[in-house]
């Protein structure tokens, strides 16, 4: 079984500063898929970024970059030039390679992140 | 294109009622996927199924919780005899047969037991 964990419960950064999010798991898959969603107050679960585990390439997404340690299981969310928009609960989430479609996500408990003046 | 809807939005019950939540997925997915969420926890999947076909039910309770997904129509989460333990946000999501992996969410219902 897959867990994922991310040990900080919340986190509040200043308009336009950088902040990161920590996210670690335990798998013993060799092929899998990693992502960070955003839960805004609405509840709409929104896809950040997504990281496939054979790819030694750190993902980017605009403002949204990922740092990938896959010895170390370790999948760190960078949100630089953060912005009033930003502030909601991050999610990190773990997904095992499925031939030919998505298979189920595993959850971390969230981050809050909170987004200051 | 409409996204994955789930309705109702909100939904009130009262202990020993029955709750049905349903789930339309993205025009072309086949592939549901139901998750639980409590006050201030993450997701905990629940139940995957593909039409008519259920293919992973590990994280449904054993009693009073059942999930289909018929030929036509939405997927249903049904709760029987609820409790107020079952009070929570209730995610539906979907992908497609040979799609890039990535599962689309709807809004969630937010079941409260009184």
């Known amino acids: 079984a897959q867990t994922v964990t991310q040990s900080q419960p919340e986190m509040s950064v200043q308009e336009a500063e950088t902040v990161t999010l920590s996210c670690t798991y335990d798998?013993?898959?060799?092929?899998?898929?990693l992502f960070w969603y955003k839960q805004p107050p609405s509840r709409q679960m929104i896809l950040v970024i997504r990281?496939?585990?054979?790819?030694?390439q750190n993902a980017t997404e605009n403002r949204f970059s990922v740092n990938f340690q896959k010895a170390a299981k370790s999948f760190s969310l960078k949100i630089s030039d953060s912005q009033l928009g930003d502030t909601a609960m991050y999610f990190c989430?773990?997904?095992?390679?499925?031939?030919?479609?998505?298979?189920?996500?595993?959850f971390g408990t969230g981050t809050r992140l909170q987004v200051t003046l | 294109n409409a996204g994955v809807m789930q309705n109702p939005r909100h939904l009130v019950r009262r202990r020993g009622q029955e709750a049905r939540l349903r789930c339309s997925p993205m025009?072309?997915?086949?592939?549901v996927y139901w998750y639980r969420q409590l006050p201030e926890e993450g997701l905990k999947f629940m139940v995957y199924?593909?039409?008519?076909?259920?293919?992973?039910e590990s994280g449904m309770p054993k009693e009073r919780f059942s999930a289909e997904f018929p030929k036509e129509g939405p997927s249903i989460l049904r709760i029987q005899q609820v409790v107020r333990g079952d009070s929570a946000a209730y995610f539906c999501?979907?992908?497609?047969?040979?799609?890039?992996?990535?599962?689309?969410f709807g809004q969630g219902t937010r079941l409260t037991v009184v």
């Open positions: 989430a773990f997904m095992k390679h499925s031939a030919g479609t998505a298979s189920k996500l595993t």
């Open positions: 199924l593909q039409k008519e076909n259920i293919i992973d």
């Open positions: 798998t013993s898959e060799n092929n899998y898929y």
């Open positions: 025009k072309g997915h086949s592939h």
């Open positions: 999501a979907s992908s497609q047969t040979g799609g890039n992996t990535e599962a689309f």
């Open positions: 990281q496939e585990a054979y790819k030694q």
